[in-house]
C-alpha cells in the first residue's frame, strides 16, 4: 500500500539556522499538504501543493513539490522559538481517496 | 464557528472499561476521521465516514467502533479498553472535494491502566 516517508524524525537547531524537512511516498502523489502541530496542540494546516515542481511560499516557508509527484519538501529560513513543534506532510494517492501522513518531524529551536 | 470540538479533552480508563469519545463538526463536512498519534507513529488511521450513515475501517480498528448517526457528529467507541490503546485521539473532517484540508479537534488524551 501507499507509504508516506519523512526524515529526519527529529531536528535540533540553533535561533536562526535554516531547517528542511523532507517526505517521500512510495507512490505517485495527487497532491501533498503540510501540516504543523505545537507541542500539546492539534495539527493546522499550513499548504497544499498539487503541481509537478510547484513551489510555495509563506513568509519564512518555502515548500516544494517533486517533479514526479512523489517527494515534497518543507524549508524554514531563520528558524524562531515560534517555529517549535511537528511538521506532517499528508499525500493523496494518484487516483486515490485516502491522504496519509508522514510520521513527522519534531523541530526543536534553542534560543 | 467553533470547527471541529472534541469531548472529553482528558480521560483515565481502567482495563475492561468501555468509553465514548464525541466529535462535532459544525462546517457541515461530509467526511469526518478518527485518528490516533503516538510517539514517533505519527497518524493513524482508525475509522472514517464520507457521509451520515457510513463508516469504514482506516488502518488500526481493531478494538474500536464508531457510529456517524448524524452529519455533524462522529463517535469512537472502546468496547473494553487496553493499555495498548493509551494515546492521543484526533477527530478531523473536510469537504469531498479530493483538494480539501483536514481541519482538526483538539484531540482526546486517553490513558488506559
Known amino acids: 500500500g501507499q507509504q508516506v516517508m519523512q526524515i529526519p524524525q527529529y531536528q535540533h537547531v540553533q535561533e536562526g539556522e535554516d531547517f528542511t524537512t523532507y517526505c517521500n511516498s512510495s507512490?505517485?502523489?495527487?497532491?501533498i499538504q503540510w501540516y504543523k502541530q505545537r507541542p500539546g496542540g492539534h495539527p493546522v494546516f499550513l499548504i497544499q501543493?498539487?503541481?509537478?515542481?510547484e513551489v510555495k511560499k509563506q513568509k519564512r516557508l518555502t515548500f516544494q513539490f517533486g517533479e514526479a509527484k512523489k517527494n515534497s519538501s518543507l524549508h524554514i529560513t531563520a528558524t524562531q522559538t515560534t517555529d517549535v513543534g511537528t511538521y506532517f506532510c499528508?499525500?493523496?494517492?494518484?487516483?486515490?481517496?485516502?491522504?496519509?501522513f508522514g510520521a513527522g518531524t519534531r523541530l526543536f529551536v534553542k534560543a | 464557528n467553533a470547527g471541529v470540538t472534541q469531548t472529553p479533552k482528558f480521560r483515565v480508563l481502567k482495563t475492561g472499561q468501555s468509553m465514548t469519545l464525541l466529535c462535532a463538526q459544525d462546517m457541515n463536512h461530509e467526511y469526518m476521521y478518527w485518528y490516533r498519534q503516538d510517539p514517533g507513529m505519527g497518524l493513524r488511521l482508525i475509522h472514517y465516514?464520507?457521509?451520515?450513515?457510513?463508516?469504514a475501517k482506516g488502518e488500526v480498528p481493531d478494538g474500536y467502533n464508531v457510529s456517524r448517526l448524524k452529519k455533524q457528529n462522529f463517535l469512537l467507541g472502546l468496547e473494553s479498553a487496553a493499555p495498548s490503546q493509551t494515546s492521543v485521539y484526533f477527530c478531523a473532517s473536510r469537504e469531498t472535494g479530493a483538494e480539501e484540508s483536514y481541519t482538526f479537534g483538539s484531540g482526546t488524551r486517553l490513558t488506559v491502566v
Open positions: 465516514s464520507v457521509g451520515e450513515g457510513t463508516t
Open positions: 499528508a499525500g493523496r494517492g494518484a487516483g486515490g481517496f485516502k491522504t496519509i
Open positions: 507512490t505517485t502523489l495527487s497532491n
Open positions: 501543493l498539487v503541481k509537478s515542481g
